[in-house]
Protein backbone atom coordinates (compact mmCIF):
# COMPACT_ATOMS: atom_id res chain seq x y z
CA UNK A 1 0.00 0.00 0.00
CA UNK A 2 1.19 3.41 -0.89
CA UNK A 3 2.24 6.06 1.89
CA UNK A 4 0.30 8.79 3.29
CA UNK A 5 1.19 12.13 2.56
CA UNK A 6 1.99 12.28 6.43
CA UNK A 7 4.99 9.85 6.35
CA UNK A 8 8.11 12.54 6.47
CA UNK A 9 6.07 15.24 6.78
CA UNK A 10 7.24 16.29 10.59
CA UNK A 11 9.95 18.39 11.38
CA UNK A 12 9.82 22.19 9.93
CA UNK A 13 9.17 23.18 6.44
CA UNK A 14 12.17 23.93 4.14
CA UNK A 15 12.00 26.39 1.16
CA UNK A 16 15.29 26.89 -0.86
CA UNK A 17 15.17 29.29 -4.25
CA UNK A 18 18.01 28.74 -6.36
CA UNK A 19 18.34 31.46 -9.09
CA UNK A 20 21.05 30.33 -11.81
CA UNK A 21 21.72 27.74 -9.83
CA UNK A 22 23.00 30.13 -6.87
CA UNK A 23 20.83 29.51 -3.57
CA UNK A 24 19.23 33.20 -2.53
CA UNK A 25 20.49 35.05 0.24
CA UNK A 26 18.60 34.18 3.65
CA UNK A 27 17.74 37.64 4.26
CA UNK A 28 15.24 37.73 0.98
CA UNK A 29 11.77 36.74 3.00
CA UNK A 30 9.55 34.72 0.83
CA UNK A 31 5.65 35.56 1.34
CA UNK A 32 4.18 32.58 -0.88
CA UNK A 33 4.79 30.43 -3.41
CA UNK A 34 2.27 29.03 -5.80
CA UNK A 35 2.96 26.25 -8.07
CA UNK A 36 1.10 24.50 -10.57
CA UNK A 37 1.37 21.62 -13.29
CA UNK A 38 -1.60 20.38 -15.02
CA UNK A 39 -1.83 18.03 -18.22
CA UNK A 40 -1.76 19.92 -21.23
CA UNK A 41 -0.59 23.53 -19.69
CA UNK A 42 2.56 24.25 -19.06
CA UNK A 43 3.65 24.18 -15.50
CA UNK A 44 4.16 27.32 -13.73
CA UNK A 45 5.41 29.11 -10.77
CA UNK A 46 4.39 32.36 -8.76
CA UNK A 47 6.93 33.83 -5.91
CA UNK A 48 5.81 36.38 -3.84
CA UNK A 49 8.93 38.37 -2.03
CA UNK A 50 8.77 40.68 0.63
CA UNK A 51 10.52 43.97 -0.76
CA UNK A 52 9.99 48.11 -1.21
CA UNK A 53 12.16 50.20 1.00
CA UNK A 54 9.84 53.30 1.74
CA UNK A 55 12.50 55.19 3.84
CA UNK A 56 15.24 55.09 0.91
CA UNK A 57 12.21 55.04 -2.26
CA UNK A 58 13.81 51.49 -3.52
CA UNK A 59 13.07 47.89 -4.04
CA UNK A 60 16.59 46.35 -3.76
CA UNK A 61 15.22 42.83 -4.46
CA UNK A 62 13.75 43.87 -7.40
CA UNK A 63 17.23 45.49 -8.17
CA UNK A 64 19.40 41.96 -8.24
CA UNK A 65 20.01 39.86 -11.13
CA UNK A 66 18.81 37.30 -9.51
CA UNK A 67 15.04 37.99 -10.07
CA UNK A 68 16.17 39.09 -14.37
CA UNK A 69 13.11 37.79 -16.34
CA UNK A 70 15.20 35.18 -18.30
CA UNK A 71 16.81 33.82 -15.01
CA UNK A 72 16.56 30.22 -14.27
CA UNK A 73 14.62 29.48 -10.97
CA UNK A 74 14.64 26.17 -9.08
CA UNK A 75 12.44 25.28 -6.16
CA UNK A 76 13.25 22.53 -3.58
CA UNK A 77 10.93 22.17 -0.20
CA UNK A 78 10.77 19.39 2.41
CA UNK A 79 10.89 18.46 5.87
CA UNK A 80 13.51 19.31 8.65
CA UNK A 81 15.85 20.27 5.64
CA UNK A 82 15.67 17.51 3.83
CA UNK A 83 14.36 19.05 0.60
CA UNK A 84 13.70 18.09 -2.59
CA UNK A 85 13.10 19.48 -6.64
CA UNK A 86 9.22 20.73 -6.81
CA UNK A 87 9.81 23.48 -10.14
CA UNK A 88 12.75 24.00 -12.25
CA UNK A 89 11.63 27.16 -14.83
CA UNK A 90 12.73 30.44 -16.25
CA UNK A 91 11.24 34.00 -14.93
CA UNK A 92 9.05 35.04 -17.32
CA UNK A 93 7.71 38.70 -15.88
CA UNK A 94 8.31 40.16 -13.13
CA UNK A 95 6.91 43.12 -11.22
CA UNK A 96 5.83 44.88 -8.24
CA UNK A 97 3.39 45.74 -5.94
CA UNK A 98 2.20 48.30 -3.17
CA UNK A 99 -1.15 48.32 -1.10
CA UNK A 100 -2.38 51.03 0.70
CA UNK A 101 -1.63 49.96 4.05
CA UNK A 102 2.25 49.96 2.78
CA UNK A 103 2.05 46.15 2.07
CA UNK A 104 5.38 46.40 -0.90
CA UNK A 105 6.24 42.86 -2.60
CA UNK A 106 8.22 42.16 -5.47
CA UNK A 107 6.14 39.41 -7.92
CA UNK A 108 7.84 36.81 -9.85
CA UNK A 109 6.37 34.99 -12.60
CA UNK A 110 8.21 31.48 -13.68
CA UNK A 111 7.07 29.08 -16.46
CA UNK A 112 8.66 25.59 -17.44
CA UNK A 113 11.28 26.15 -20.40
CA UNK A 114 8.71 24.47 -22.68
CA UNK A 115 6.66 27.44 -22.49
CA UNK A 116 8.96 28.58 -25.48
CA UNK A 117 6.50 26.56 -27.50
CA UNK A 118 3.69 28.94 -27.06
CA UNK A 119 5.15 31.91 -28.56
CA UNK A 120 4.90 32.47 -31.96
CA UNK A 121 2.74 30.61 -34.63
CA UNK A 122 4.14 28.57 -37.69
CA UNK A 123 3.16 26.87 -40.57
CA UNK A 124 4.79 23.08 -41.30
CA UNK A 125 4.56 20.22 -43.53
CA UNK A 126 4.88 17.01 -42.67
CA UNK A 127 4.89 14.28 -45.75
CA UNK A 128 4.58 10.22 -44.84
CA UNK A 129 5.25 10.38 -41.00
CA UNK A 130 3.49 9.23 -38.10
CA UNK A 131 1.90 11.39 -34.97
CA UNK A 132 4.52 10.41 -32.86
CA UNK A 133 7.23 11.11 -35.44
CA UNK A 134 5.87 14.71 -35.66
CA UNK A 135 5.92 15.40 -32.33
CA UNK A 136 9.18 14.45 -31.53
CA UNK A 137 10.65 16.34 -34.57
CA UNK A 138 8.25 19.59 -33.34
CA UNK A 139 9.98 19.52 -29.65
CA UNK A 140 13.45 18.62 -30.46
CA UNK A 141 14.13 22.00 -32.41
CA UNK A 142 13.86 23.36 -28.83
CA UNK A 143 17.38 22.91 -27.11
CA UNK A 144 16.16 23.22 -23.73
CA UNK A 145 13.65 20.47 -24.11
CA UNK A 146 13.74 16.77 -23.80
CA UNK A 147 10.93 14.38 -25.45
CA UNK A 148 9.83 11.15 -24.79
CA UNK A 149 7.10 10.26 -27.01
CA UNK A 150 5.01 6.40 -27.58
CA UNK A 151 5.10 5.53 -30.77
CA UNK A 152 1.87 5.79 -32.56
CA UNK A 153 1.37 3.27 -35.88
CA UNK A 154 -0.98 5.61 -38.02
CA UNK A 155 0.79 7.07 -41.34
CA UNK A 156 0.21 10.18 -42.47
CA UNK A 157 0.23 10.81 -46.13
CA UNK A 158 0.38 14.38 -45.36
CA UNK A 159 -0.48 16.78 -42.53
CA UNK A 160 -0.01 20.20 -42.32
CA UNK A 161 0.64 22.78 -39.38
CA UNK A 162 -1.14 25.86 -40.12
CA UNK A 163 -0.09 28.94 -38.33
CA UNK A 164 -0.32 28.03 -34.94
CA UNK A 165 1.91 27.84 -31.88
CA UNK A 166 3.77 24.39 -31.84
CA UNK A 167 2.48 23.99 -27.94
CA UNK A 168 -1.50 24.07 -29.72
CA UNK A 169 -0.19 21.78 -32.87
CA UNK A 170 1.52 19.33 -30.16
CA UNK A 171 -1.34 18.94 -27.92
CA UNK A 172 -3.92 19.02 -30.41
CA UNK A 173 -2.19 15.58 -32.08
CA UNK A 174 -1.73 14.17 -28.93
CA UNK A 175 -5.67 14.35 -27.84
CA UNK A 176 -5.99 12.65 -31.39
CA UNK A 177 -4.60 9.42 -30.55
CA UNK A 178 -5.93 9.68 -26.54
CA UNK A 179 -2.33 10.87 -25.89
CA UNK A 180 -2.01 13.56 -22.17
CA UNK A 181 1.29 15.74 -22.15
CA UNK A 182 2.78 16.24 -18.97
CA UNK A 183 6.05 18.53 -18.30
CA UNK A 184 8.43 18.51 -15.71
CA UNK A 185 11.75 20.46 -15.16
CA UNK A 186 12.07 21.15 -19.69
CA UNK A 187 11.01 17.14 -20.18
CA UNK A 188 7.74 17.14 -22.30
CA UNK A 189 6.13 13.55 -22.11
CA UNK A 190 3.16 12.59 -24.75
CA UNK A 191 2.16 9.00 -23.66
CA UNK A 192 -1.33 7.43 -23.44
CA UNK A 193 -2.67 7.73 -19.53
CA UNK A 194 -1.56 4.80 -17.06
CA UNK A 195 -4.54 3.13 -16.34
CA UNK A 196 -2.71 0.77 -13.78
CA UNK A 197 0.52 -0.04 -11.88
CA UNK A 198 0.91 1.26 -8.01
CA UNK A 199 -0.31 4.50 -6.56
CA UNK A 200 2.58 6.65 -4.98
CA UNK A 201 0.60 8.13 -2.41
CA UNK A 202 -2.78 6.83 -0.11
CA UNK A 203 -5.64 9.48 0.88
CA UNK A 204 -7.62 8.62 3.72
CA UNK A 205 -10.52 10.19 4.87
CA UNK A 206 -10.22 11.19 8.27
CA UNK A 207 -6.92 10.85 8.24
CA UNK A 208 -4.89 12.78 5.64
CA UNK A 209 -7.57 14.32 3.41
CA UNK A 210 -7.97 18.18 4.08
CA UNK A 211 -9.97 18.78 1.24
CA UNK A 212 -12.04 17.02 -0.89
CA UNK A 213 -14.89 16.80 -4.19
CA UNK A 214 -15.50 14.85 -6.53
CA UNK A 215 -18.31 14.35 -9.33
CA UNK A 216 -19.76 11.13 -11.15
CA UNK A 217 -20.27 12.54 -14.74
CA UNK A 218 -23.25 9.94 -16.93
CA UNK A 219 -23.49 13.25 -19.62
CA UNK A 220 -20.24 12.86 -20.88
CA UNK A 221 -20.70 8.70 -21.27
CA UNK A 222 -21.18 7.02 -24.25
CA UNK A 223 -21.90 3.38 -24.99
CA UNK A 224 -20.44 3.68 -28.57
CA UNK A 225 -18.72 6.50 -30.36
CA UNK A 226 -18.90 6.73 -34.02
CA UNK A 227 -16.26 8.18 -36.06
CA UNK A 228 -17.72 9.71 -39.62
CA UNK A 229 -15.98 10.75 -42.77
CA UNK A 230 -15.24 10.83 -46.28
CA UNK A 231 -13.98 8.10 -48.44
CA UNK A 232 -12.85 9.52 -51.40
CA UNK A 233 -13.05 6.18 -53.21
CA UNK A 234 -16.14 5.01 -52.39
CA UNK A 235 -17.66 8.60 -52.66
CA UNK A 236 -19.86 8.02 -49.43
CA UNK A 237 -19.38 8.26 -46.00
CA UNK A 238 -17.10 5.82 -43.95
CA UNK A 239 -17.53 5.07 -40.45
CA UNK A 240 -15.70 3.35 -37.56
CA UNK A 241 -16.57 3.03 -33.85
CA UNK A 242 -15.16 2.36 -30.49
CA UNK A 243 -16.79 1.02 -27.09
CA UNK A 244 -16.15 2.86 -23.55
CA UNK A 245 -12.53 2.52 -22.03
CA UNK A 246 -11.94 1.19 -18.96
CA UNK A 247 -8.88 3.24 -17.34
CA UNK A 248 -8.86 2.96 -13.40
CA UNK A 249 -10.79 0.98 -10.62
CA UNK A 250 -12.33 4.52 -9.03
CA UNK A 251 -15.96 3.77 -7.88
CA UNK A 252 -18.51 0.97 -8.43
CA UNK A 253 -19.64 2.49 -11.83
CA UNK A 254 -17.69 2.26 -14.78
CA UNK A 255 -18.38 4.08 -17.95
CA UNK A 256 -21.02 1.25 -19.57
CA UNK A 257 -22.84 1.62 -16.68
CA UNK A 258 -23.27 5.63 -16.84
CA UNK A 259 -23.86 5.59 -20.48
CA UNK A 260 -27.22 3.73 -20.25
CA UNK A 261 -28.13 7.24 -17.74
CA UNK A 262 -28.85 9.59 -20.98
CA UNK A 263 -28.49 6.45 -23.33
CA UNK A 264 -28.21 7.73 -27.35
CA UNK A 265 -27.36 4.98 -29.82
CA UNK A 266 -24.12 6.75 -30.21
CA UNK A 267 -22.17 9.74 -29.95
CA UNK A 268 -21.34 10.75 -33.13
CA UNK A 269 -17.96 12.59 -34.77
CA UNK A 270 -17.54 13.62 -38.10
CA UNK A 271 -15.65 15.48 -40.55
CA UNK A 272 -16.11 16.38 -44.38
CA UNK A 273 -12.53 15.60 -45.28
CA UNK A 274 -11.48 11.56 -46.35
CA UNK A 275 -9.84 10.70 -43.09
CA UNK A 276 -8.21 7.34 -43.59
CA UNK A 277 -10.35 4.62 -41.71
CA UNK A 278 -7.02 4.40 -38.63
CA UNK A 279 -6.97 7.73 -37.96
CA UNK A 280 -10.50 7.49 -37.53
CA UNK A 281 -10.55 4.53 -35.15
CA UNK A 282 -7.70 6.40 -33.09
CA UNK A 283 -10.38 9.72 -33.20
CA UNK A 284 -13.03 7.20 -31.60
CA UNK A 285 -10.98 5.68 -29.28
CA UNK A 286 -9.65 9.27 -28.26
CA UNK A 287 -13.16 10.49 -27.68
CA UNK A 288 -13.85 7.38 -25.23
CA UNK A 289 -10.97 7.95 -23.43
CA UNK A 290 -11.67 11.49 -23.06
CA UNK A 291 -15.06 10.47 -21.83
CA UNK A 292 -13.43 7.87 -19.49
CA UNK A 293 -11.21 10.57 -17.99
CA UNK A 294 -14.25 12.81 -17.59
CA UNK A 295 -16.12 9.94 -15.62
CA UNK A 296 -15.11 11.35 -12.09
CA UNK A 297 -13.81 15.22 -11.49
CA UNK A 298 -12.79 15.77 -8.47
CA UNK A 299 -9.94 17.58 -5.72
CA UNK A 300 -8.29 16.55 -3.13
CA UNK A 301 -5.82 18.50 -0.76
CA UNK A 302 -3.27 17.45 1.96
CA UNK A 303 -0.33 17.57 3.53
CA UNK A 304 2.83 19.43 0.77
CA UNK A 305 4.35 15.96 -0.98
CA UNK A 306 6.11 16.43 -3.54
CA UNK A 307 5.92 12.37 -4.08
CA UNK A 308 2.88 13.21 -6.57
CA UNK A 309 3.35 13.98 -10.05
CA UNK A 310 0.85 14.51 -12.59
CA UNK A 311 0.17 11.10 -14.69
CA UNK A 312 0.51 9.08 -11.62
CA UNK A 313 -1.85 7.38 -9.54
CA UNK A 314 -3.05 8.11 -6.16
CA UNK A 315 -5.45 5.76 -4.03
CA UNK A 316 -8.54 7.19 -2.11
CA UNK A 317 -9.82 5.80 0.69
CA UNK A 318 -13.04 6.20 2.42
CA UNK A 319 -14.92 8.45 0.57
CA UNK A 320 -17.53 5.61 -0.75
CA UNK A 321 -17.83 3.28 -2.58
CA UNK A 322 -18.79 5.47 -5.67
CA UNK A 323 -15.10 7.02 -5.54
CA UNK A 324 -12.79 5.04 -3.95
CA UNK A 325 -10.08 3.73 -5.63
CA UNK A 326 -7.09 4.55 -7.97
CA UNK A 327 -7.49 7.89 -9.62
CA UNK A 328 -5.04 8.98 -12.44
CA UNK A 329 -3.76 12.66 -11.10
CA UNK A 330 -4.42 15.64 -13.66
CA UNK A 331 -3.12 18.62 -11.59
CA UNK A 332 -0.72 18.93 -9.01
CA UNK A 333 -0.83 22.82 -7.30
CA UNK A 334 1.80 22.80 -4.09
CA UNK A 335 0.56 26.45 -1.91
CA UNK A 336 3.71 27.61 0.19
CA UNK A 337 2.84 30.08 2.79
CA UNK A 338 2.60 30.97 6.51
CA UNK A 339 5.46 28.24 7.00
CA UNK A 340 2.69 25.39 5.66
CA UNK A 341 3.13 23.68 2.19
CA UNK A 342 -0.48 22.34 0.94
CA UNK A 343 -0.46 20.21 -2.04
CA UNK A 344 -3.51 19.92 -4.08
CA UNK A 345 -4.30 16.96 -6.78
CA UNK A 346 -7.08 17.23 -9.73
CA UNK A 347 -8.25 13.72 -11.17
CA UNK A 348 -10.11 13.47 -14.49
CA UNK A 349 -10.49 16.17 -16.84
CA UNK A 350 -13.00 17.80 -19.41
CA UNK A 351 -14.80 15.95 -21.92
CA UNK A 352 -13.86 18.65 -24.07
CA UNK A 353 -11.49 18.96 -26.67
CA UNK A 354 -8.04 21.39 -26.11
CA UNK A 355 -9.33 23.36 -29.35
CA UNK A 356 -13.10 23.74 -27.44
CA UNK A 357 -11.53 24.69 -24.24
CA UNK A 358 -8.62 27.29 -26.27
CA UNK A 359 -8.48 29.17 -29.41
CA UNK A 360 -5.75 27.74 -31.48
CA UNK A 361 -6.45 29.62 -34.81
CA UNK A 362 -5.25 33.12 -35.57
CA UNK A 363 -8.17 35.89 -35.37
CA UNK A 364 -10.20 36.56 -38.57
CA UNK A 365 -8.29 38.77 -40.89
CA UNK A 366 -4.97 38.44 -38.65
CA UNK A 367 -6.96 40.92 -36.02
CA UNK A 368 -6.28 43.82 -38.74
CA UNK A 369 -9.77 44.21 -38.74
CA UNK A 370 -12.84 42.32 -37.45
CA UNK A 371 -13.43 39.96 -39.73
CA UNK A 372 -16.38 38.39 -41.87
CA UNK A 373 -17.64 35.09 -41.58
CA UNK A 374 -18.95 32.91 -44.64
CA UNK A 375 -20.22 34.26 -47.64
CA UNK A 376 -21.97 37.10 -48.81
CA UNK A 377 -24.16 38.33 -51.45
CA UNK A 378 -23.04 41.00 -54.22
CA UNK A 379 -24.34 43.11 -57.12
CA UNK A 380 -21.85 43.72 -59.86
CA UNK A 381 -22.11 47.24 -60.83
CA UNK A 382 -18.77 47.81 -62.60
CA UNK A 383 -16.62 45.69 -65.12
CA UNK A 384 -14.09 48.34 -66.23
CA UNK A 385 -12.36 50.82 -64.40
CA UNK A 386 -10.34 48.68 -61.54
CA UNK A 387 -8.67 51.49 -59.98
CA UNK A 388 -5.38 49.78 -59.27
CA UNK A 389 -5.31 47.87 -62.72
CA UNK A 390 -5.71 44.36 -61.33
CA UNK A 391 -8.71 43.72 -63.33
CA UNK A 392 -11.23 43.46 -60.53
CA UNK A 393 -14.80 44.25 -60.86
CA UNK A 394 -16.84 46.44 -58.64
CA UNK A 395 -19.54 45.16 -56.48
CA UNK A 396 -21.75 46.21 -53.91
CA UNK A 397 -22.87 44.25 -50.53
CA UNK A 398 -26.47 45.17 -50.03
CA UNK A 399 -26.56 43.81 -46.79
CA UNK A 400 -24.09 46.41 -45.87
CA UNK A 401 -26.56 49.27 -46.75
CA UNK A 402 -23.65 51.27 -47.63
CA UNK A 403 -23.78 54.99 -49.09
CA UNK A 404 -20.25 53.84 -51.07
CA UNK A 405 -20.16 53.09 -54.48
CA UNK A 406 -18.88 49.30 -53.55
CA UNK A 407 -15.82 47.31 -53.15
CA UNK A 408 -13.71 46.54 -56.08
CA UNK A 409 -13.55 42.01 -55.78
CA UNK A 410 -10.84 39.72 -57.92
CA UNK A 411 -12.94 37.33 -60.02
CA UNK A 412 -12.61 33.68 -59.62
CA UNK A 413 -12.11 31.57 -63.17
CA UNK A 414 -11.54 28.13 -63.53
CA UNK A 415 -8.93 28.51 -66.06
CA UNK A 416 -6.67 31.99 -65.54
CA UNK A 417 -2.95 32.42 -67.00
CA UNK A 418 -1.07 35.30 -68.79
CA UNK A 419 -3.08 35.91 -72.11
CA UNK A 420 -4.69 33.12 -71.72
CA UNK A 421 -7.65 30.90 -69.95
CA UNK A 422 -11.04 31.39 -69.81
CA UNK A 423 -12.97 34.85 -70.07
CA UNK A 424 -16.43 34.73 -68.67
CA UNK A 425 -17.35 38.09 -66.81
CA UNK A 426 -21.00 38.67 -65.06
CA UNK A 427 -23.11 41.10 -66.54
CA UNK A 428 -23.82 44.21 -64.30
CA UNK A 429 -26.67 43.86 -61.75
CA UNK A 430 -25.94 40.04 -61.72
CA UNK A 431 -25.81 38.24 -58.26
CA UNK A 432 -22.87 36.85 -56.99
CA UNK A 433 -21.44 34.67 -54.44
CA UNK A 434 -18.68 36.81 -52.60
CA UNK A 435 -15.99 35.11 -50.37
CA UNK A 436 -12.90 37.29 -48.35
CA UNK A 437 -9.44 36.16 -48.40
CA UNK A 438 -8.09 35.51 -44.79
CA UNK A 439 -11.91 36.45 -43.56
CA UNK A 440 -10.91 40.41 -44.02
CA UNK A 441 -13.70 41.99 -45.67
CA UNK A 442 -11.59 44.84 -47.80
CA UNK A 443 -10.54 41.77 -49.60
CA UNK A 444 -13.23 40.05 -51.50
CA UNK A 445 -13.18 37.55 -54.27
CA UNK A 446 -15.96 36.95 -56.67
CA UNK A 447 -16.57 32.99 -56.37
CA UNK A 448 -19.69 32.43 -58.88
CA UNK A 449 -22.98 33.92 -59.42
CA UNK A 450 -26.34 32.80 -58.70
CA UNK A 451 -29.87 31.74 -60.54
CA UNK A 452 -33.02 33.06 -58.87
CA UNK A 453 -36.75 33.79 -59.89
CA UNK A 454 -35.42 36.99 -60.71
CA UNK A 455 -32.47 35.96 -62.70
CA UNK A 456 -33.54 32.73 -64.09
CA UNK A 457 -32.02 30.61 -66.10
CA UNK A 458 -31.55 29.88 -69.69
CA UNK A 459 -33.39 26.53 -69.37
CA UNK A 460 -35.72 24.62 -66.57
CA UNK A 461 -33.91 22.57 -64.31
CA UNK A 462 -35.21 18.94 -64.86
CA UNK A 463 -34.66 15.78 -63.00
CA UNK A 464 -32.63 13.96 -66.14
CA UNK A 465 -30.37 17.31 -66.20
CA UNK A 466 -29.13 15.90 -70.30
CA UNK A 467 -28.42 19.77 -71.01
CA UNK A 468 -25.61 21.50 -70.08
CA UNK A 469 -25.00 24.75 -72.03
CA UNK A 470 -23.50 28.43 -72.31
CA UNK A 471 -25.63 31.38 -73.22
CA UNK A 472 -24.35 35.12 -73.47
CA UNK A 473 -26.26 38.40 -73.58
CA UNK A 474 -27.13 38.00 -77.46
CA UNK A 475 -28.04 34.53 -77.04
CA UNK A 476 -25.17 33.34 -78.77
CA UNK A 477 -25.33 29.35 -77.26
CA UNK A 478 -22.98 26.27 -77.25
CA UNK A 479 -25.48 23.63 -76.13
CA UNK A 480 -24.36 19.93 -74.88
CA UNK A 481 -27.24 17.10 -75.22
CA UNK A 482 -26.23 14.24 -73.38
CA UNK A 483 -29.11 12.49 -73.83
CA UNK A 484 -28.54 12.45 -77.71
CA UNK A 485 -24.78 12.75 -77.77
CA UNK A 486 -25.38 16.67 -79.32
CA UNK A 487 -23.38 19.71 -79.49
CA UNK A 488 -24.64 22.55 -80.90
CA UNK A 489 -23.55 25.82 -82.12
CA UNK A 490 -25.61 28.63 -82.87
CA UNK A 491 -26.61 32.23 -83.26
CA UNK A 492 -29.58 34.49 -83.03
CA UNK A 493 -29.85 34.55 -86.50
CA UNK A 494 -29.77 30.39 -87.02
CA UNK A 495 -26.26 30.29 -87.93
CA UNK A 496 -25.10 26.93 -86.58
CA UNK A 497 -22.94 23.86 -86.33
CA UNK A 498 -24.37 20.77 -85.08
CA UNK A 499 -22.39 17.70 -84.24
CA UNK A 500 -24.67 15.00 -83.47
CA UNK A 501 -24.22 10.99 -82.19
CA UNK A 502 -27.38 10.74 -82.76
CA UNK A 503 -27.77 11.59 -86.23
CA UNK A 504 -24.18 10.75 -86.91
CA UNK A 505 -23.89 13.91 -88.21
CA UNK A 506 -22.11 16.78 -88.72
CA UNK A 507 -24.19 20.34 -89.95
CA UNK A 508 -22.77 23.38 -90.60
CA UNK A 509 -25.63 25.87 -91.64
CA UNK A 510 -26.02 29.48 -91.91
CA UNK A 511 -29.50 31.65 -91.69
CA UNK A 512 -29.32 31.82 -95.86
CA UNK A 513 -30.40 28.50 -95.75
CA UNK A 514 -26.37 27.18 -96.95
CA UNK A 515 -25.46 23.89 -95.42
CA UNK A 516 -23.04 21.17 -95.64
CA UNK A 517 -23.72 18.13 -94.11
CA UNK A 518 -21.94 15.26 -93.46
CA UNK A 519 -23.98 11.87 -92.39
CA UNK A 520 -23.88 8.31 -93.16
CA UNK A 521 -24.95 8.98 -96.84
CA UNK A 522 -22.32 10.91 -97.47
CA UNK A 523 -21.64 14.64 -98.09
CA UNK A 524 -24.41 17.11 -99.21
CA UNK A 525 -23.33 20.71 -100.30
CA UNK A 526 -26.83 22.84 -100.71
CA UNK A 527 -27.50 26.38 -101.40
CA UNK A 528 -30.21 28.05 -102.70
CA UNK A 529 -28.05 30.42 -104.79
CA UNK A 530 -24.52 29.86 -106.17
CA UNK A 531 -21.38 27.65 -104.56
CA UNK A 532 -18.14 29.48 -105.45
CA UNK A 533 -15.31 26.73 -105.09
CA UNK A 534 -11.62 28.82 -105.64
CA UNK A 535 -8.26 27.50 -105.36
CA UNK A 536 -4.67 29.33 -105.29
CA UNK A 537 -3.40 25.96 -106.01
CA UNK A 538 -4.85 23.37 -108.25
CA UNK A 539 -8.40 21.37 -107.71
CA UNK A 540 -8.87 17.70 -107.95
CA UNK A 541 -12.03 15.60 -107.86
CA UNK A 542 -11.40 11.75 -107.64
CA UNK A 543 -14.08 8.87 -106.89
CA UNK A 544 -14.24 5.64 -107.01
CA UNK A 545 -18.03 5.81 -108.65
CA UNK A 546 -19.19 8.16 -110.75
CA UNK A 547 -18.50 11.85 -111.18
CA UNK A 548 -21.84 13.49 -112.39
CA UNK A 549 -21.92 17.47 -113.65
CA UNK A 550 -26.08 18.13 -113.83
CA UNK A 551 -27.06 21.94 -114.80
CA UNK A 552 -30.67 23.24 -115.48
CA UNK A 553 -29.01 25.48 -117.40
CA UNK A 554 -25.37 25.80 -119.25
CA UNK A 555 -22.11 24.23 -117.98
CA UNK A 556 -18.86 25.85 -118.99
CA UNK A 557 -15.62 24.47 -119.02
CA UNK A 558 -12.41 27.31 -119.43
CA UNK A 559 -9.03 26.74 -119.24
CA UNK A 560 -5.35 27.47 -120.97
CA UNK A 561 -5.57 23.56 -122.03
CA UNK A 562 -8.36 21.07 -121.90
CA UNK A 563 -7.51 17.96 -121.69
CA UNK A 564 -10.16 14.64 -121.46
CA UNK A 565 -9.07 11.02 -121.73
CA UNK A 566 -11.38 8.03 -121.51
CA UNK A 567 -9.73 4.91 -120.53
CA UNK A 568 -12.56 2.92 -122.77
CA UNK A 569 -14.76 4.95 -124.17
CA UNK A 570 -15.51 8.50 -124.61
CA UNK A 571 -18.61 10.17 -126.17
CA UNK A 572 -19.64 14.02 -126.21
CA UNK A 573 -23.26 14.21 -127.30
CA UNK A 574 -26.13 17.36 -128.12
CA UNK A 575 -29.55 16.76 -128.83
CA UNK A 576 -30.04 19.59 -130.97
CA UNK A 577 -26.67 20.63 -132.40
CA UNK A 578 -22.59 19.98 -131.94
CA UNK A 579 -19.68 21.78 -132.76
CA UNK A 580 -16.22 21.30 -132.40
CA UNK A 581 -14.17 23.83 -133.71
CA UNK A 582 -10.71 25.87 -133.24
CA UNK A 583 -9.20 29.06 -134.79
CA UNK A 584 -6.30 26.97 -135.83
CA UNK A 585 -5.52 23.66 -136.75
CA UNK A 586 -8.57 20.34 -135.60
CA UNK A 587 -7.12 17.44 -135.96
CA UNK A 588 -9.44 14.02 -135.69
CA UNK A 589 -7.53 11.16 -135.43
CA UNK A 590 -8.80 7.07 -134.69
CA UNK A 591 -8.18 3.75 -135.81
CA UNK A 592 -10.96 4.36 -137.92
CA UNK A 593 -13.19 7.51 -138.26
CA UNK A 594 -16.25 7.55 -139.22
CA UNK A 595 -18.33 10.97 -140.03
CA UNK A 596 -21.98 10.72 -140.22
Request: proline letters at 3%; glycine letters at 8%; charged letters at 20%.
Amino acid sequence: MADSPLMGSTGVLSVIILSNGQTIADTIQIVSIEILYAVNKIPSAKIILLDGDMPNADFPVSNKNDFKPGAEITINAGYANQTVEVFRGIIIKHGIKIDGDNFSRLIIQCKDSAVAMTVGRRNANFIDSKDSDIIDKIISTYSKLSVDVDATTTLYKELVQYYCTDWDYVVTRAEANGFLVTIHAGKVSVKAPQVSGEAVLSLTYGTDLMAFSADLDAASQFSTVKGVSWNLAEQAAQTEEAGPKHLTGQGDLDAADLSSVIAPSYFRLQTHVPVESAALTDWTNSQQIKSGLARIRGYATFQGSAKVKIGDLVELNGVGNRFNGNVLVTAVKHEIKHGNWVTEIEFGLASQWFTEQHRTEAPLASGLVPGVNGLQIGLVKKLDADPDGQYKIQVSVPIMQSEADGVWARLVSFYGSKELGAFFIPEIGDEVVLGFFNADPSYPVILGSLYSSNKNPAYELTADNFIKAIVTRSKLKLEFDDEKKVVTLITPDNNKIVISDDQKSILLQDQNANKIELNPNGIVIDSPKDIKISAKGKITFDAIGNIELTAQADIKNQGLNINQQANVGFSAKGNATAELSASGQTMVKGGIVMIN
